[in-house]
């Protein structure tokens, strides 16, 4: 159960944060008409059946049936749970909320997460500071001098130095009065086995890491002088998780939707330089092969992403292992590769930028660019395609959209010198099917159902005619009946009933998700139709309640365990009748 929230508190937040502006930060959205649609960040899909609806405040995708309002959206979106979801919104909207509303534990995890961003904040500012010393931050400005880094480039990103001392930053942060537990989560100090710390990061340039809201969770340090590793990141803490940010995701937000792509670079450096050059749609990933996670962050902002691929073994690897996860989230993905030698840095500074600055044109696309390094590898002859097939099995079968396969299958084929048929066959059976249907039917029980909600719901005044409470018992669909359910103990407390209300209260993401449904499909009935309607379902519930009644008495005549004393089998016999009878008046419209 969510801890309990005041449900004023709630609707004042959910007031203040228009979803579509919540919802618009994260994915790309397009009006259509009185409401907005886009790549739906739950699922896999290459046409938007995400839906945003401003009027009634709710999301609904017709591809998964994810649905919900602002604060599930987030909860499923960023991970969090239900009072972190509210904690962000209430300030980002500068509602005031507090530990009586949200429930102690909450607040705590909610502050404790507060003051490691705060910690950083404060890391970041004694970097940034550092860099600037006259004499401590030497090394450091000679450094980026000699890289040729634009300054208003190094302050956007919020460049730093950390000088070459052990305890540099450890006694600013005491001098400070942080707390040192946090900067030793957070990764920023180290414990000696002795006793006391040392500073993570000496001699290094810094590199704050942000998140999509703009605060810093993390930070890259390149070494300056000689010294191992070259490039040493934070490690992973509650507010930082690698495979779930990039680097530059922040700063160049705007300008990827407005690219409609994002160049995808390997390092902090390249980055910078390209920003530096006029490039803005770039972003870095962390040092490491992309994750599905930030594949579906970039598809939040834009529809294609170009990799930059400058040649090195270790990102051809990673480069290759990204293949599935764009596939997978049906973004298109394209390389761009650099000369042998050649960085996005350097050649920039021999070349210029032209190359980047229409990159789509100017690549291939990765499954491609897959198929040529695994025949430039693979011996001639027989043997060598057999093992070629081995490697472009897994790509195959990673793109589950059949039109893109058999477009991809054809090139492959041709390559192999086989026909598409044979290697179609060759690949197997490995097609994936999409999404499971929302809920599992049982026929006309669950119709009965799911029919008396919706109509409950477009005319919550009916809550009054019909004894709901009486038939809760009966319903077989679980969800149905908690939403049943939802909707009388909201009746109960409030005196009306409405979507928005009942979403307030629903913990489950199945139930939430069928109350959006049912709310975007309401329908308006006159009102004798709706009488006509409700004495439909009141006498199903009726029928469906007497046939199970009967099937229960007939088993227990047919059992040979049952007391067969004669006045039981009467009893019973008598009761089976009655039911006969009352189902033949409920059939010809009698007894209602
Ligand atoms: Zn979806």
């Not at 019909?466 to 109960?492: G, N, P, V, Y």
Request: glycine letters at 8%; aromatic letters at 8%.
């Amino acid at each position: 159960m969510a801890p309990y929230i005041p449900e004023g508190k709630l609707l004042e937040i959910k007031d203040a944060a228009p979803i579509a502006e919540v919802i618009g930060h994260y994915l790309t959205l397009t009006p259509r008409g009185r409401y907005l649609v886009g790549l739906c960040p739950f699922h896999s899909e290459s046409n938007p059946s995400f839906t945003v609806y401003p009027e009634r405040q709710i999301f609904h995708c017709y591809g998964c049936g994810a649905g919900g309002n602002v604060f599930s959206f987030l909860m499923q979106h960023l991970n969090l749970s239900f009072p972190e979801a509210v904690s962000e919104l209430a300030q980002r909207y500068g509602i005031a909320l507090h530990e009586r509303d949200l429930g102690a534990a909450a607040v705590r995890q909610s502050r404790q997460k507060q003051s490691l961003y705060e910690l950083n904040e404060l890391a970041a500012a004694f970097f940034q500071d550092t860099l600037n010393h006259p004499v401590i931050g030497e090394p450091g400005r000679a450094y980026l001098s000699r890289r040729g880094l634009d300054p208003q480039v190094i302050a956007e990103y919020r460049l730093g130095y950390a000088p070459d001392e052990w305890r540099a930053l450890e006694k600013h942060l005491s001098r400070r009065s942080a707390a040192l537990n946090d900067a030793l989560e957070l990764g920023l100090i180290i414990a000696k086995t002795s006793g006391g710390y040392y500073d993570r990061f000496r001699g290094r340039l810094m590199f704050p890491i942000h998140d999509r809201e703009g605060r810093i969770v993390a930070f890259g340090g390149r070494i300056i002088a000689d010294g191992e590793p070259k490039y040493l990141n934070s490690p992973e803490s509650p507010v930082y998780s690698k495979g779930r940010h990039l680097y530059g995701l922040y700063q160049a937000r705007e300008y990827l939707r407005k690219a409609q792509l994002a160049l995808l670079v390997e390092g902090y450096m390249d980055l910078l330089a390209l920003r530096g050059n006029g490039i803005n749609p770039v972003v870095a990933s962390l040092g490491t092969a992309l994750t599905r996670d930030q594949v579906r962050l970039l598809k939040g902002y834009c529809p294609r992403v170009v990799l930059v691929f400058d040649g090195d073994r270790a990102g051809l690897t990673a480069m290759m292992r990204s293949f599935p996860h764009f596939a997978a989230e049906h973004l298109p993905a394209r390389v761009l590769t650099l000369p042998a030698g050649e960085d996005p840095d350097s050649y920039a500074a021999k070349f210029g930028v032209d190359l980047f600055r229409a990159p789509w044109d100017h690549s291939q696309p990765l499954f491609e660019f897959i198929l040529d390094k695994i025949f430039a590898d693979a011996p001639s002859g027989p043997e060598g395609k057999i093992s070629a097939l081995d490697q472009i099995r897994p790509y195959l079968s990673a793109i589950t959209d059949p039109v893109e396969r058999t477009l991809w299958l054809q090139p492959a084929a041709r390559r192999l010198g086989v026909t598409e048929a044979a290697l179609e066959k060759a690949l197997g059976q490995t097609q994936t099917r999409s999404c499971p249907p929302l809920s599992s039917s049982h026929g006309v029980a669950l119709n009965l159902e799911r029919g008396l909600i919706k109509l409950i719901l477009s005319h919550p005044d009916l809550l009054e005619d019909i004894s709901l409470e009486d038939w809760l018992e009966d319903f077989e669909d679980t969800r149905l009946q908690e939403i049943a359910r939802l909707m009388l103990a909201c009746h109960r407390q409030h005196g009306c009933l409405d979507s928005s209300l009942l979403l307030l209260h629903a913990t489950d993401a199945q139930v939430r998700n069928q109350i959006c449904a049912f709310s975007l499909a309401q329908e308006e009935y006159a009102q004798d139709q709706r009488d006509h309607l409700i004495a439909d379902f009141l006498r199903g519930l009726k029928k469906r309640r007497l046939k199970k009644e009967k099937h229960r008495l007939k088993e227990k005549l047919q059992d040979r365990r049952f007391p067969d004393t004669t006045q039981d089998i009467l009893a019973f016999t008598a009761r089976l009748t009655d039911i006969e009878q009352q189902l033949k008046d409920l059939e010809t419209g009698r007894n209602l």
